[in-house]
């Protein structure tokens, strides 16, 4: 796991041909806005979390954030540790701190 700033997620992901962006955030959060191609995964219901998890590639490269980086650090630390997901990045600031493009819906 590894918390990258902003401008190094963007960097790195633009390089990354396989990857996944989970949005850990809750619905209501990300009704507000969201980074494009990004799926939501509520990281605050644990056992949806896990299964919805588990049903993804975990050969990808998983880029997790949240608001404020928090939740997506710890969800990074439960795909290393419960899901066998060895490379999972956190947005660090979060959704709060992103600079790039945002889709809202």
Same mark, same amino acid.
């Given at each position: 796991?590894?918390? =990258?700033?902003?401008?190094?997620?963007?960097?790195? *992901?633009?390089?990354?041909?396989?990857?996944?962006?989970?949005?850990?955030?809750?619905?209501?959060?990300?009704?507000?806005?969201?980074?494009?191609?990004?799926?939501?995964?509520?990281?605050?219901?644990?056992?949806?979390? *896990?299964?919805?998890?588990?049903? *993804?590639?975990?050969?990808?490269?998983?880029?997790?954030? /949240?608001?404020?980086?928090?939740?997506?650090?710890?969800? /990074?630390?439960? =795909?290393? *540790?419960?899901?066998?997901?060895?490379?999972?990045?956190? =947005?660090?600031?979060?959704?709060?701190?992103?600079?790039?493009?945002?889709?809202?819906?």
């Amino acid at each position: 796991m590894a918390d =990258l700033t902003p401008n190094e997620w963007q960097k790195q *992901l633009l390089k990354d041909t396989n990857a996944i962006i989970v949005d850990v955030r809750t619905t209501d959060e990300v009704a507000e806005g969201a980074i494009p191609n990004a799926i939501n995964i509520d990281v605050k219901e644990p056992q949806s979390f *896990l299964d919805q998890i588990n049903q *993804l590639d975990k050969t990808k490269n998983f880029y997790m954030y /949240c608001q404020s980086g928090a939740r997506s650090a710890q969800a /990074c630390a439960v =795909l290393n *540790l419960m899901c066998n997901v060895p490379n999972a990045y956190s =947005l660090s600031g979060g959704f709060a701190s992103w600079t790039g493009k945002v889709s809202v819906n």
